[in-house]
Structures are given as structure tokens and as C-alpha cells.
């Protein structure tokens, strides 16, 4: 585990001095997940998403769409099968090791926000940071990025749903993850916003140089990804094709 | 680039390490956003804490003291000898100061002379001035300069400080003080070489002593110290050996073992009675952590997501109960001692029990209290929130992400084995012996079975409520009924937490009430059937120098008015020297029926089962348990340096005595000792006899102004209410830890409600009207109150069976009957019942105030 991570920090060195990394951001291989009950929610799903790619994943209720962003993010274990994130297979770690992988690695945009009342919009922006070690200036930066700037001192209670969303991505990408994980990011927003959330969030993506993987109902938000997957009980299959 | 990077490494060393400062970040928000839970957390605590370390300075401080001035008694002395029965003859007191291996011995002759005008008697030590001042050199008199053998004229005494302010005298003043039934009057030559605070002390010459107070020829004790190199233990042996009947010989340590024998049941009980407190104060900070743990629940997860370890999270929710239970126990510390002070300063060192009279003590800072103290209050605050800490930890993120699954984190509470095991436990300890003399299995007994009560309560909760549910399935009920009835049902784990502020309040609620109830009604009971005359007379209220002789008997008993005087002689035999006295009554007893005179309990011997040679004795409880007489055995006791064969009659009842009593008849006790005064008579009148008219002929005879008279009526008043002045501070604790517990009632109460802010805006949406919302509290409210007092009900009369059958008389050596006080247990039930769902509407209707649409939105 501990020579996996290290890997990692030299590929992210690597990164940082510009060189391409052919590693992909995330592999799955013969996925499977079922439930006590004998559900059977994932058969044998392969997936493999390129470093910087974002692909939005779209599917019925029910298909384990939120299940599979579970499995990856380590909140979650398959009963066979592997997901390597960034090279380092997660089936590996126990939960310690897991989540100091996901500290590093993995950022969150949940459709509930998610976004903690009692602490400011920087201090939210700013918790992968601590959790990381890292001091937490760049979070008003991050802020700032997504249009929230000078409102580091304001409490969650005081923002609209828009703009609660706008600070989750902040929080997600503050840490320079390689991977985002956004499920169903603008389930809970009216049309106009979820446009402008959507938009930012690419930007956003591209900008930090991280990939990822949204999950959501809307055709409208997957269209703002470059690719979009469609999981079924077959497992994923590409809608659309966008360079 | 520089300065940026500079700018950074400072901000960073401002910040300091990143994780402690979301550890401060998480802790603040939380305060911020709910101060008040954390102050009620914090001042649970700290109550808690002030009353056991109050309760613990006080007792600390009049022990203490109470031993100074005991010890201040003993000075230098190596050993003690003392007479079996009080007082012993003189003539033993050359032997031992020529005795090998005796450096000095010093006879002293200690009263406790009758004050007239006084409830309280004078200490009077008569000592040898030349043998004292090797010895007891604080207890020399100070006489003044132009009387300089004031230390050995017979009409001198000398006073403490204390006592010549409490008997408002100076040094050339005379003092009046009683023996028999005359008044001995000396004259006051100035105070002692040294005394402690507040104590009440008279010294004078030995032989005059004994000649002032009729006891030539008698001593109380002999100090000795012994020569260097003498072996103590050795020596000790040889001259008990020597007088195995009439003297005791006794170290300093036997008498400090006196002392804690004494008071140390009454010490130990309110110390418990406080921790009861503390125990209330912990549950109160395990339901508001439970609380707010599972309102963040969510919160949580997201933390866990992000990438906080599990251990991480595990230390962020002990730290913050650790710091409410550290705040909490400081601030009860500084309480405490604000209390110990106070109290000593209005109420004396003895807290109404009677046990230290005459110290002065003062509350001194007691470091290795304080740190345990510290100690249990924030160990208490962090054992309340590591239940809720470690669900917390163990909880999915996945899972609890959602909202809605907060019953799941209180399902591990729904298993009934823990609870079933405590209260097994629990009543397995009830059938083991007393520990040191202390009830401490008992007192573990009532703990574990408070633990298992409370942990119970999700299942007890669980089934209840579901029966309810299907009861009322079948039945057309109201929408508020069903709604009420479903959320019991099916979320009993929270209900369970508001449940047990209830039951553990309501449970010791009855739990004392039956207890102090049932002995208050055992001992007016009890006197009822030892004051079976008309009238008392008492040639003294204190000490033990007023006594009636013969002729002044017969003066009473044929007075005009009175058909029967049955007489009564008052001493004490030291049976243990580590133990305090027994005393010895002797009353005209019937051996045929002594239940006539005596508050038998249990089955007699029968007069004719006694054998020729030996006597009756009729011995109280304690007797049986701490010297382990039993009915029919026969025992050797001492009686005027001679000892004598008794045989055990019966065994009765005597709350006025924990150390021991003995009865016998008074004619066995004049043949044996030939000491035929007496100092308590009980008057049986002629029919038509008025009382007044009686006592007016008795004032009249010419000894009459030394006597003091009490009719029954009189005796049981003063009783019971010494009895519930010595309770006060029982009262005191138990009120402040049902304070506590309503505290907990209205803050669990108060939580939940709020919490359900979405649930309410729901119903709102869906159509149900704000009336119907609180209507529903209150229902709510009303139901989980009823179930906490009906098991709390339970809970506290098993709680009461154990305190009335096993810790009392295994601290006190008495037993008593059980009695239920219906009316004051139905009042403070109905009582507890309005609290409780006045609480959930005020509650409530903060709740139902809350913007509906800021409510139902998934977030928080």
C-alpha cells in the first residue's frame, strides 16, 4: 500500500513538472457487487477512464450507479473483481489505508450538497486541505474560482442551492485530486442553475487537470461531460462519443 | 515569490498542526451553533461534581478536626488504659507508675459534666498536673500570675476558649455545673495551655475533680508512655492479660478507628447520595452526546468521505465530551469548595447527623480529592460519549449519508443482553455480605441495576409501543394516534434516550421516598412502643454527672398523681477498643414478657430456657452484626470489675444507637453493681392524673428544679424532626440529581423535537395543521412519559427494597418495614408527567415556528 502511494506522489511529481501520464485515472475490472438479499446490483462491469477524462453515467433507478461511485470511493467493497485509482488497486487497502487514498486522491459533489452549517464557506472549502496537512489558503482561491469570492466568513445557511453546490466543487477540487466523483450534482437545482454549475464544473475539471465521473438522470447534465455511458444490467455501454 | 512564500510560512505557523485545527474548527462550530446543549452539559457536571466534592471537604474536614481534638486528648501517650464499664478504681494507678517499662503515667478522670440551661455537656478532664505535663502538656490550665496553684485548688477549673464563650463566662467568673441532682459550683481560673478551634474543654485537678463530682476513687483512663527501647505490642499484651474484665488498654490508633467506625456509614452514604448526583449528570451527557452525534450523523459520514480516519472521528467526538466534562468538573471543583465552605460555616461540621458535635472545622483544599473528583467528572463525560463516539466511527459513509438512518445508528441499542446481564448481576450482589461494614455490593447492586434499567429501555420501548401500535391497528383511531403510535413503534432507539432521562430520574425518586418513608414510619412506629408512659423525667438532658439517688426515687414515685415509676440506669461498656462503646440500660424489664417494654423483634427465649446461673440480656440489632450475638448464646460481660455470666433473651430494635445496646433487668444491675442511682424515670399516671398538675407536684420536691419532663407527644415530635433535620441534606442531593434529570428530560426532548424540523414541515405540506403537530408532541410527549415512570416505578421500588433491607442495615445495623408513600409518589408523577409534555410543546412549537420551506429541503 505504502509503495503504491508512493508511486503515486512520484507520478503526481510528475504530473506537476508537465510530463503526460499514461496511467489511466481509473480501472475497473470484473466488477461484482451483490446484496445480502441475493440482489445481484453489479454482474461483471470493466471500466477504464483516461487521466483528465470526464464521463457522465447515465442509467435507470436501481442499476448501481451510485453503488459503482461507492466501490470506487472505497465506501464500498465489491465481492470480486478490482479498481485501481491512479494505478493502486483499492481492493488492497483496508478502510485506514482506503481513506488516506481518498483524502489524496478522490474529490465529492453530492446531489444533497452536503455542505457543513457550522462552519464558514471557507472552512468547508478548506477541509480536504487539513485533512491533507496542507494549509488552507488555496481555499479562497477555490472560492473565488467558482464566484464566491469575499464570502469566506458567510455560513451555509445564507447561500441559495446554486450557490451551496458552487462550494461543494470548490471543496472538491481544493486538494488537486485526480479523480471527481459527482453524484447527481444538480439533482437538486432548478434548470438556469444546474447550467451554470455544470458549465463551472468543467471548467473547473479541466483546469485542475483532474478526471471524472458524474451520475445523473438529467441528458442536459450529461451532456456537459466528453463522454456519456449508459449502465444497465449489461454493464456500460457508450452513448456518445465527444472529443 | 519570496514574500508569497514567506506570507505562507507564516500564515502556516499561525495555523499551527492542520488536523488540530479541524479538530478546533469541528469543536467551536458545534459549540457555536449550540451553546446551550453544551452548557446544560457542562452544568450537569459540574453540580455533580460540587456535591461529591463538597460532601467529601465537609466529612474530611469535621473527621479531621473531630480526631485533632481527640487525639489532642491522648497527647503523647503511648498507650491508654480505660475501664470496661466507664469508670475503674484507682487503686490500679500506682501499680502501673512503678510498673518496668513505664516512663510516666498520668491518671485522668474524663467527664461529660451536666450543663444546666445547656442541651450539650461540658468535657471536664481531671488530670494530674505534674503527670500530664509529660504527656498532655496542652491541657494544662493557665492560671493567673498572682494564683499560680490555681492547677491545684479544688474549687478551680479551666476553660477552652470555645467553652467559655459557648457558657458565657471569663476567668473569675464562677461556672455552675451539675452532679446528681446538686449544683457544683467552681470558680473559672483562666483557659489551657493550648486547644483547638471550637473545642469545648474544662480541666482541673483530679482530686478534685473526683471529689466535685462524687467519684472519689475512680478513674476514666491512665495514660502511659513507656520507657525508649520498650516493646509497645509486647507491653500491650502482658497488661491486657493482666485485666482481661476491667480495663481496656487501647493505642492512639484504636481511637482513631473509634472515630471512623462511628461516622464512617453516614460519610460514606451521602458521599454515595452525591455520586448519585454525578451518575444522573453523566447520563444527562451520554443523551445529549447520543443526540448530537446522531443529528450529525450525516455530517459525519461526509467527514469519513472526505478522508477522516476512523480513529480521527472516534477522537473528535470523545474530545468533545471530554472537554464538557473537563470544563464541567473544574467548575464543580471551584463550586464545591464555594459549598464546603458555606455549609461548614451555616451548618456545622455534621450536616444534621449528629456525629461531630463540638469541632469547628474549616474546608481545606484537599489536592488528591480534587484530582479524583476531576477525574470522575470527566471520565464520567467521556464514558457518556464513547458509545455515541464509537457508532460514530463505525458507521458506513455510505449508509449514513442518507437521511432517515438515524434509527440505525441506535440499533445496536434495541439488544437486550447487556441490560439483562447488568440487572443479573445486579441481583446476584444483593445476597453478598457487607465489605469493610459498608454495604458495598448493595450500593453496586443499585448501580447496575440503574445501568440495566436505563439500557433496557429501546427494547422495553420496542415492545410496548408495537403492542400498542397493533392494538390500536384493529381500531379506528385519529391521525394523530397513528402517527404517534408508528414513530414510537418503529424508532424506539431514540425514544429510548428521552425514555431514560425519565426513568433514572423517576426511579430514585421513588426509590428514596420509599426509603426515607419507610423509616420515618419504622421509627415513629418504633417509639410509639418504647414510649408506652405517660410522662418522662431526666435528671439531666447531657452528661452523664446528674443522677437520682435512692430517697429521690421514692420521692417520685409516690408523688401525687403517678401509679407506676419504672426507673432507668444509663452506662457504657467498651467491648472492643477499636469499636465505639455499647451502652448499657438497665429498666425494669418482665423476663416473662419483655415485648411489653422492649420493641422485640424476631423470635424469645422463654425465662425458663435460661439457665440458673446466668442472667437475661436483651441486645440490640447491632449487637448481633457487629458482635455477632445471637438468641440464646451466652456471653461473659463485665460489670463492676467483675464479670458476669448473660444469657441472650431477645433481640430488639433501636434506631437511637448504631454502635450497640444492651438492656437488662434494673435489679440484676443494683445486685451486681451496687450503683443504685438512676437517671431517667418512665411515670405511668393515675386514671383521671392530669400531666400539668403531675409535673407542678414534682417541681415542687425539693430536687424538682433539676428535673426536665417530656410528655410522648413531645419526645416523638422532637424526634422526627431531628430525624428530618439529619435528612435535609439527603433531601438536598436527591433533589439536585432529580433537577439534573428533568434537565435531561427537557434537553433530550427539546433535541429530538428540533431535529425533526423536516418530518414536521412534511406534515405541514401533506395538511396537518400546527395544532396537530404539538397535539402530537404532547401525545408523544405524555406516552414515552407514562412508559419511563411505569418502569421507573418498578425500577425504584426494587432499587427501595435494596436500600431498606440491605444497605441500611448493613450500614446501620438496624432493619425497618417497608412502607410506600402513595401520595407523594402519585404528586410528583403527575408532576414529572406536566414537566415532561410541557417540555415537548415548548419544544414543539419552536419547531413547528420553523420556515416549512426551509424544512423539507434534503439538506440540513
Known amino acids: ?243 | 515569490m519570496t514574500s508569497a512564500s514567506t506570507d505562507t510560512g507564516t500564515r502556516a505557523a499561525k495555523i499551527g498542526n492542520p488536523v488540530r485545527t479541524l479538530s478546533r474548527w469541528l469543536l467551536l462550530g458545534e459549540w457555536r451553533a449550540h451553546p446551550v446543549r453544551a452548557l446544560v452539559a457542562i452544568v450537569a457536571i459540574a453540580l455533580g461534581v460540587a456535591l461529591g466534592y463538597a460532601v467529601d471537604l465537609i466529612n474530611g474536614a469535621a473527621f479531621n478536626e473531630f480526631s485533632a481534638a481527640t487525639r489532642s486528648l491522648s497527647g503523647q501517650s503511648d498507650l491508654q488504659l480505660r475501664g470496661v464499664q466507664g469508670l475503674f478504681d484507682d487503686a490500679v494507678y500506682p501499680q502501673l507508675a512503678k510498673r518496668k517499662g513505664v516512663a510516666v503515667a498520668s491518671p485522668v478522670l474524663e467527664l461529660n459534666v451536666t450543663v444546666p440551661g445547656q442541651t450539650s455537656a461540658l468535657k471536664v478532664l481531671g488530670i494530674d498536673t505534674f503527670r500530664a505535663a509529660h504527656i498532655t502538656p496542652d491541657l494544662i490550665g493557665v492560671p493567673d500570675q498572682e494564683k499560680p496553684f490555681d492547677t491545684l485548688a479544688d474549687d478551680a477549673i479551666f476553660l477552652s476558649p470555645a467553652a467559655q464563650q459557648w457558657l458565657q463566662v471569663q476567668p473569675g467568673q464562677m461556672l455552675a455545673l451539675r452532679n446528681g441532682t446538686a449544683i457544683v459550683k467552681l470558680r473559672v481560673a483562666g483557659g489551657l495551655v493550648r486547644a483547638r478551634t471550637g473545642q469545648r474543654l474544662a480541666v482541673m485537678d483530679i482530686g478534685a475533680a473526683q471529689w466535685r463530682f462524687g467519684r472519689i476513687g475512680q478513674l476514666s483512663r491512665i495514660d502511659l508512655k513507656l520507657q525508649p527501647g520498650v516493646n509497645r505490642e509486647q507491653f500491650r499484651y502482658t497488661l491486657q492479660a493482666e485485666f482481661p474484665m476491667r480495663l481496656q488498654v487501647s493505642e492512639s490508633q484504636d481511637q482513631e478507628s473509634r472515630n471512623d467506625n462511628m461516622s464512617r456509614a453516614y460519610r460514606i452514604n451521602l458521599n454515595v447520595l452525591a455520586l448519585v448526583a454525578l451518575f444522573t449528570g453523566a447520563f444527562l451527557v451520554f443523551s445529549t452526546q447520543a443526540l448530537s452525534v446522531i443529528r450529525r450523523r450525516s455530517q459525519f459520514a461526509l467527514l469519513r468521505v472526505l478522508g477522516l480516519r476512523r480513529n480521527q472521528l472516534l477522537r473528535q467526538v470523545l474530545l468533545e465530551g471530554g472537554l464538557l466534562g473537563c470544563v464541567g468538573a473544574l467548575l464543580g471543583l471551584a463550586l464545591g469548595y464555594l459549598l464546603a465552605g458555606l455549609a461548614l460555616h451555616f451548618l456545622g461540621g455534621d450536616l444534621g447527623g449528629g456525629y461531630f458535635r463540638g469541632v469547628q472545622a474549616s474546608v481545606q483544599f484537599d489536592l488528591p480529592a480534587a484530582m479524583i473528583f476531576f477525574g470522575l467528572g470527566s471520565g464520567i463525560a467521556l464514558l457518556g460519549s464513547l458509545a455515541p463516539a464509537l457508532e460514530a466511527a463505525r458507521a458506513q459513509p455510505a449508509a449514513a449519508l442518507k437521511s432517515g438512518s438515524e434509527e440505525t445508528a441506535l440499533a445496536r441499542l434495541a439488544t437486550p443482553w447487556p441490560a439483562l446481564a447488568c440487572l443479573l448481576l445486579g441481583a446476584l450482589l444483593t445476597q453478598m455480605p457487607p465489605l469493610f461494614d459498608l454495604p458495598v455490593f448493595g450500593y453496586m447492586a443499585v448501580a447496575l441495576l440503574l445501568i440495566g434499567g436505563i439500557t433496557l429501555m429501546p427494547r422495553v420501548a420496542s415492545l410496548v409501543f408495537s403492542a400498542l401500535q397493533r392494538f390500536s391497528m384493529g381500531r379506528r383511531n385519529g391521525v394523530i394516534a397513528t402517527l404517534v403510535l408508528a414513530r414510537l413503534a418503529n424508532a424506539p432507539g431514540q425514544a429510548s434516550i428521552a425514555l431514560g432521562g425519565v426513568l433514572s430520574s423517576f426511579s430514585l425518586i421513588v426509590a428514596m421516598a420509599i426509603m426515607v418513608t419507610s423509616f420515618r414510619i419504622s421509627v415513629d412506629d418504633w417509639m410509639q412502643q418504647i414510649l408506652s408512659a405517660d410522662l418522662y423525667v431526666r435528671s439531666a438532658s447531657n452528661g452523664e454527672t446528674g443522677a437520682m439517688r435512692p430517697a429521690e426515687q421514692h420521692l417520685l414515685a409516690t408523688a401525687p398523681g403517678v401509679a407506676r415509676a419504672d426507673f432507668l440506669r444509663t452506662s457504657t461498656l467498651t467491648l472492643d477498643p477499636a469499636r465505639p462503646p455499647v451502652v448499657l440500660i438497665a429498666r425494669a424489664i418482665d423476663a416473662a414478657d419483655p415485648a411489653r417494654t422492649l420493641p422485640i423483634i424476631g423470635p424469645q427465649l422463654p425465662a425458663s430456657a435460661i439457665a440458673t446461673d446466668s442472667l437475661p440480656i436483651w441486645v440490640s440489632e447491632a449487637m448481633v452484626d457487629l458482635y455477632g450475638y445471637r438468641l440464646g448464646q451466652q456471653v461473659t460481660l463485665p460489670l463492676a470489675a467483675h464479670s458476669y455470666q448473660f444469657t441472650v433473651a431477645g433481640i430488639w430494635r433501636d434506631y437511637a444507637r448504631q454502635s450497640g445496646a444492651i438492656q437488662l433487668r434494673l435489679a440484676d444491675y443494683q445486685r451486681l453493681s451496687g450503683d443504685t442511682e438512676v437517671t431517667d424515670a418512665a411515670l405511668s399516671l393515675q386514671r383521671d392524673a392530669d400531666p400539668g398538675t403531675v409535673i407542678a407536684a414534682l417541681r415542687a420536691l425539693p430536687f424538682g428544679a433539676t428535673l426536665e419532663f417530656s410528655q410522648p407527644g413531645e419526645i416523638r415530635a422532637l424526634t422526627l424532626t431531628i430525624f428530618d433535620r439529619s435528612f435535609a441534606v439527603t433531601y438536598l442531593l436527591e433533589i439536585v440529581a432529580i433537577v439534573i434529570g428533568l434537565f435531561g428530560v427537557a434537553a433530550t426532548f427539546s433535541a429530538q423535537t428540533l431535529a425533526r424540523a423536516r418530518e414536521f414541515g412534511m406534515l405541514r405540506h401533506v395538511g396537518v395543521t400546527r395544532r396537530q403537530i404539538l397535539s402530537m408532541l404532547a401525545l408523544e410527549g405524555g406516552l414515552l412519559t407514562a412508559l419511563g415512570m411505569l418502569v421507573g416505578f418498578l425500577l425504584g421500588w426494587t432499587i427501595s427494597l435494596i436500600l431498606v433491607f440491605i444497605v441500611n442495615p448493613q450500614s446501620f445495623h438496624w432493619t425497618m418495614e417497608l412502607h410506600m408513600p402513595w401520595p407523594g409518589l402519585a404528586l410528583v408523577a403527575l408532576l414529572l408527567l406536566f414537566s415532561a409534555g410541557a417540555t415537548a410543546l415548548l419544544a414543539g412549537s419552536r419547531a413547528v415556528s420553523v420556515d416549512v420551506l426551509h424544512s423539507v429541503r434534503e439538506d440540513w
Open chain 1, 1 to 243: 500500500m505504502h509503495a503504491n502511494l508512493e508511486t503515486s506522489h512520484t507520478v503526481d511529481a510528475a504530473i506537476d513538472n508537465g510530463i503526460d501520464n499514461a496511467i489511466p485515472a481509473l480501472q475497473c475490472h470484473g466488477l461484482r457487487k451483490s446484496y445480502g438479499h441475493g440482489r445481484v446490483v453489479l454482474a461483471h462491469l470493466d471500466f477504464t477512464l483516461a487521466a483528465g477524462e470526464y464521463v457522465a453515467i447515465m442509467g435507470d433507478s436501481g442499476v448501481g450507479k451510485s453503488t459503482l461511485l461507492n466501490l470506487i470511493a472505497g465506501l464500498d467493497s465489491a465481492n470480486s473483481g478490482s479498481i485501481l485509482i491512479d494505478g493502486v488497486n483499492m481492493s488492497s487497502l483496508d478502510d485506514d489505508a482506503a481513506t488516506l487514498l481518498r483524502r489524496q486522491k478522490l474529490g465529492f459533489i453530492f446531489q444533497a450538497f452536503h455542505v457543513l452549517p457550522h462552519l464558514t464557506l471557507q472552512q468547508n472549502v478548506a477541509l480536504p486541505l487539513l485533512l491533507n496537512g496542507s494549509p488552507p489558503e488555496r481555499a479562497s482561491e477555490l472560492l473565488a474560482a467558482v464566484g464566491l469570492a469575499g464570502r469566506g466568513n458567510d455560513f451555509p445557511r445564507q447561500l441559495s442551492g446554486g450557490e451551496m453546490q458552487r462550494v461543494a466543487i470548490a471543496r472538491a477540487l481544493v486538494h488537486r485530486p485526480k479523480l471527481i466523483l459527482a453524484d447527481e450534482p444538480t439533482g437538486n437545482l432548478d434548470p438556469d442553475t444546474a447550467h451554470e454549475v455544470l458549465a463551472l464544473l468543467r471548467h473547473e475539471i479541466k483546469a485542475n487537470g483532474a478526471s471524472a465521473i458524474m451520475v445523473t438522470h438529467s441528458a442536459a447534465a450529461a451532456a456537459s461531460a466528453d463522454r456519456i455511458l449508459i449502465m444497465s444490467a449489461d454493464g456500460l455501454q457508450p452513448l456518445v462519443q465527444k472529443s
